[in-house]
């Protein structure tokens, strides 16, 4: 099969998709649409929305980044959904920048759809308006002479594509004329993004059936979790030692480990997953991804760069279904948290204990690389949100003080990166790093575009044989408020994981041979609390769900996404365990979506806690630059590191290494047929970028200091601190 070329294609202002898009797949044949590319008019997915008319007191979304008006002058709309936005339609879903709060407008000042209403009819017929007097009188000048094209372009696409296609099928040949006997090509169109019931054809050249219908995780892909990709863990539980995270199933895949990976990577997640996604009325991803997808140190047993390819194979995916992305920086040299989503198992290394201020010194350098490449032109726009560290355990671990300085002097590096101001890279993520919300209001004030993130989750706490629709009014309550608050305190406020999950039944949901709360046996954190109930037969057992209870679960989910506003579920999959079945069902957005307890239209959730929905002023974003007395409440180093003291007495690093590594670009390629005939080989190609955005910033990396003794940076907080250097 013929392999596409590429050559370079600038990018131009004022795209009419407004999208960027880095990565085109162009065909020689001029009348295929580009794979990549909405159609004319359509409208920009963002953040956690929905298609639709705002009324007063509707949320609005306020993640979704550079292309729109930004933050500062309104508040974006949460009303369009995805799938919605592969639609050919005269829409353009950015919020007008004079807009009040309770009514918002396209960019063309075309007021967006009420809730409820239906997008897929009425939208249609706003689309296709019949033309004035005046203009039929024009239109009819044309008739005649328009009546040969609209048979070329009609009639004669529709027996290549339709009628001859059915009639070799029935004959039982293909790509050839069954009268001639010759081997004569087909016209063909391959549609990319359509409407409901649409035959979208993807890139490895098989096609899937479309249906139309905010945000969710993609979990235990590029950063594996035993409780996600069980049956990757249960095949080397005889290994010793037994794999409980992805430290250890390295070690445990030993020689074959790439091959190994490589499989899970291409059939964990795919590009009919990101489909799926967008026909779920899902807009947003967010990506975890570990610090490996750069460069691994002597000792660590992770592999470089593999996952990277399969992060820009996820970029273009995004491109083409309309989706944003939140890369999620998910597992740091040390480990921010000791739990085994982030790469290991044990303890924290990472702002504590004798290496932690090197191994966030490391992790900078890291968020410097991830900063330069999303900022890209080519790429800022779909990589919208940067979660520059997942769930540091600020509390009780690091502290505060450590972690507000290492947040500024990252913010500081992703704005060298990107420049400042609307338009100029991916908004900072904050993790909340387990302090309440409360305790970030008017931190870094007159940063530029930055939003905190919570994860708030029922299942790890003391636990309950209340069933689900016991928390719907919980989620309104318990969360509802405290969003709304931070949106006004503090700015821009996510939810970056939430579950439908109400105890910690599931298979290895926390960890392997760790036990579980709910049946009384959990081994973790001091835990002595009483049985509850087999997980089973109570939680688990989703195949013999009944409707209420599968209502329920939706009821309570809904009431999240309401609650929570701006938010991703954690996660999209849950693959199937050995015994054949997804044994942590509460946990699969996939899942819920296909059995029911999930809902077909996330815009249905909007009113579940309408009493307590943000309807106030968000808190701005300002202009980046940081006053010195703010500064001088984070320095960096920061003036202590807990369980090890003085950062001056501590290993440290010294920017010394060079090259520089940085992150490289990707370019799809189309294979297959359809009906026998060979998808066509493009002539063109696109620029997919350096990997680094700003040419001024040259800073070596940093690496150990000539003469100095550094200890392993896995070692453990509890360490005795070497000689100073």
Same mark, same amino acid.
């Given at each position: ?13 004022? /795209? ?40 007063? &007191? ?25 799938? #919605? ?10 919020? !007008? ?61 529709? #027996?290549?594509? =339709? ?72 095949? $080397? ?58 460069? =691994?140190?002597? &000792? ?45 198992? &044990? ?64 913010? !500081? ?34 940063? *530029? ?12 706490? /003391? ?9 719907? @009014? ?8 405290? +969003? ?7 700015? +821009? ?24 709360? #709910? ?36 009821? $309570? ?37 296909? @059995? ?9 959730? *909007? ?22 007395? +703010? ?95």
């Amino acid at each position: 099969m013929a392999e596409q070329s590429y050559t370079a294609v600038p990018r131009t202002e004022g /795209d009419i998709s407004e999208l960027n898009f880095a990565v085109r797949e162009v065909f020689s044949d001029p009348h295929l649409p580009d794979p990549l590319e909405l159609p004319p008019g359509a409208a920009r997915p963002r953040f956690l929305g929905q298609e639709g008319k705002a009324e007063a &007191g509707i949320r609005d979304s306020y993640a979704s980044s550079s292309y729109s008006t930004g933050y500062r002058s309104h508040v974006p709309s949460e009303d369009a959904g995805s799938a #919605y936005a592969l639609n050919a339609h005269p829409y353009t879903d950015d919020p !007008d920048a004079s807009s009040r709060l309770s009514q918002y407008h396209d960019g063309d000042g075309v007021q967006m759809r009420n809730m409820g209403e239906s997008r897929d009819l009425d939208g249609k017929r706003a689309a296709y308006v019949p033309p004035t007097k005046a203009r039929r009188a024009r239109w009819a000048l044309f008739i005649s002479g328009g009546l040969i094209l609209l048979i070329l372009a009609v009639i004669i696409p529709i #027996y290549f594509t =339709v009628i001859k296609p059915k009639a070799q099928k029935t004959t039982g040949t293909s790509g050839s004329d069954s009268g001639s006997g010759g081997n004569q090509a087909s016209s063909f169109s391959l549609a990319t993004s359509g409407t409901d019931g649409s035959d979208v054809f993807l890139s490895d050249g098989t096609s899937m059936k479309y249906t139309n219908n905010y945000g969710v995780n993609l979990g235990g892909w590029l950063v594996t979790e035993p409780f996600i990709s069980p049956a990757l863990y249960q095949k $080397f539980s005889s290994s010793k030692p037994k794999p409980i995270d992805e430290w250890t199933l390295m070690q445990a895949m030993g020689d074959k480990k790439e091959e190994l990976m490589k499989e899970h990577y291409e059939t964990f997640i795919t590009e009919k997953d990101f489909a799926e996604i967008a026909a779920a009325g899902l807009n947003f991803l967010r990506i975890p991804i570990g610090y490996w997808v750069i460069e =691994v140190w002597d &000792g660590e047993p992770f592999i470089p760069n593999l996952s990277w390819t399969y992060f820009l194979k996820a970029v273009g995916w995004a491109r083409k279904y309309g989706l944003r992305i939140n890369l999620d920086f998910h597992a740091v040299p040390g480990s921010q948290n000791s739990w085994n989503h982030s790469g290991k198992l &044990g303890t924290i290394n990472w702002l504590l204990g004798p290496m932690g201020i090197a191994n966030a010194q490391r992790t900078l350098d890291y968020i410097r690389i991830l900063a330069e490449f999303a900022s890209q032109d080519q790429y800022k726009d779909i990589i919208s949100i940067f979660g520059i560290i997942n769930e540091p355990r600020g509390s009780p671990a690091i502290g505060k003080d450590a972690l507000s300085s290492f947040y500024l002097a990252a913010y !500081d590096i992703v704005r060298t990166a990107s420049g400042t101001g609307e338009g100029k890279g991916p908004w900072v993520s904050f993790h909340d790093g387990f302090f309440p919300r409360s305790q970030w209001v008017g931190f870094l004030p007159n940063a *530029d575009r930055i939003q905190l993130d919570d994860h708030p989750y029922l299942a790890f706490g /003391d636990q309950s044989n209340a069933g689900p629709g016991t928390y719907v @009014q919980t989620a309104c309550d318990s969360w509802a408020d405290a +969003v709304a608050t931070s949106m006004s305190e503090f700015g +821009v406020t996510q939810v970056g994981e939430w579950s439908v999950g109400h105890t910690d039944c599931g298979l290895y949901l926390n960890g392997v041979d760790q036990g579980i709360r #709910y049946e009384g046996d959990y081994v973790m954190d001091n835990w002595s609390g009483p049985k509850i109930g087999d997980c089973d037969k109570d939680i688990t057992n989703w195949e013999s769900w009944s409707s209420s209870r599968k209502t329920d679960y939706q009821n $309570f989910a809904m009431a999240q996404m309401d609650a929570f506003q701006n938010w991703f579920f954690w996660t999209w999959k849950i693959g199937n365990s050995t015994a054949g079945r997804v044994e942590t069902p509460n946990w699969s957005y996939q899942l819920g979506y296909e @059995q029911g307890w999930l809902p077909k239209d996330p815009r249905k959730a *909007d009113g579940k806690c309408s009493q307590k929905k943000f309807s106030g002023t968000i808190a701005q974003s300002g202009s980046g630059k940081i006053a010195n007395n +703010v500064r001088a409440q984070y320095p960096w180093p920061p003036a202590s590191i807990n369980s090890a003291g003085d950062p001056a007495t501590l290993p440290q690093y010294t920017p010394t290494g060079t090259p520089i590594p940085s992150l490289s670009g990707w370019a799809p390629t189309i294979t297959g047929s359809i009906s026998g005939t060979a998808v066509p080989s493009p002539t063109a190609s696109i620029n997919v970028g350096s990997g680094w955005k700003n040419s001024d910033d040259k800073t070596p990396m940093m690496k150990e200091k000539a003469g100095c003794s550094y200890l392993d940076p896995w070692v453990g907080p509890t360490a005795a601190v070497p000689d100073s250097c």
